[in-house]
């Protein structure tokens, strides 16, 4: 049942990042209630009050138990238990020479897939729990046309902020002016080379190859990004793969 929805909560992320790689800018400030000069200072406390503060959730309760028993319990080994346990009985009991053959192939299929989606999992809490240590620094940003600098965690969603060469992102980004810009997505995608992006939204295939979009814990390698205007924290695409927008020199 978490899995499930899981799966649906991954999927509305990713329809909403698709929507946002092919709005129109004005459009899309339209959406988060902002513009190229920012949020206004008055407004920021109200949002942190609705979407709360720049930070990485942890399950606390995502205990190695409760990790195991997930890598266990899925469709996948569910089905081939009930085909284990008739093999079982057709094969051991029933049969007048024992054969443990297939039992014991199947029983090793659920084993190795249990081992794979609980090591899957395990990186993936490691991972979360480094990129939150990592997200300590500061970040300058852009309120009522004038700019500041802040906590990363005090950004909130409609923020115009300023990125450089070096800075990680801290959340899904979509570009708004770009110039020979490169992100290195090896932290997301395991890519060994910075991948280019733009302002515009060319086909792609996978999610992370949308053009215009940067995406949480990747890192600007080159260029200047003067302006960025900030998603719903809630909604983080990092678990496959936040929210922001940039605009860059």
Not at 89 to 116: C, E, M, N
Request: some cysteine; glycine content about 4%; proline content about 2%.
């Amino acid at each position: 049942m978490n899995r499930n929805r899981g799966n649906e909560k991954q999927k509305n992320i990713e329809l909403s990042l698709k929507e946002d790689s092919e709005l129109e800018v004005s459009n899309l400030f339209e959406k988060y209630k902002t513009s190229y000069e920012g949020i206004s200072v008055v407004e920021v406390e109200d949002r942190i009050d609705e979407y709360g503060k720049n930070v990485i959730e942890m399950d606390h309760n995502n205990t190695f138990l409760h990790q195991l028993k997930e890598a266990v319990i899925n469709p996948f080994n569910i089905v081939l238990i009930i085909v284990a346990t008739i093999t079982f009985v057709t094969d051991v009991i029933i049969a007048t020479q024992s054969d443990y053959t297939t039992f014991t192939l199947i029983l090793s299929t659920i084993l190795i897939s249990a081992i794979i989606s609980l090591r899957e999992q395990t990186k993936s809490d490691n991972a979360a729990k480094k990129l939150k240590q990592m997200i300590t620094n500061k970040m300058e940003v852009i309120r009522d046309d004038v700019q500041t600098t802040i906590d990363i965690e005090n950004v909130v969603p409609g923020d115009i902020v300023k990125l450089s060469s070096g800075d990680m992102i801290p959340g899904d980004v979509r570009f708004l002016e770009t110039k020979d810009l490169f992100i290195d997505q090896a932290s997301l995608t395991g890519e060994s080379n910075p991948v280019e992006k733009f302002t515009s939204c060319k086909e792609y295939e996978n999610i992370t190859d949308i053009s215009n979009i940067g995406f949480m814990g990747t890192n600007i390698v080159s260029r200047k990004c003067n302006r960025s205007c900030v998603n719903d924290w809630k909604q983080h695409i990092f678990w496959k793969y936040g929210k922001i927008h940039v605009q860059c020199e």
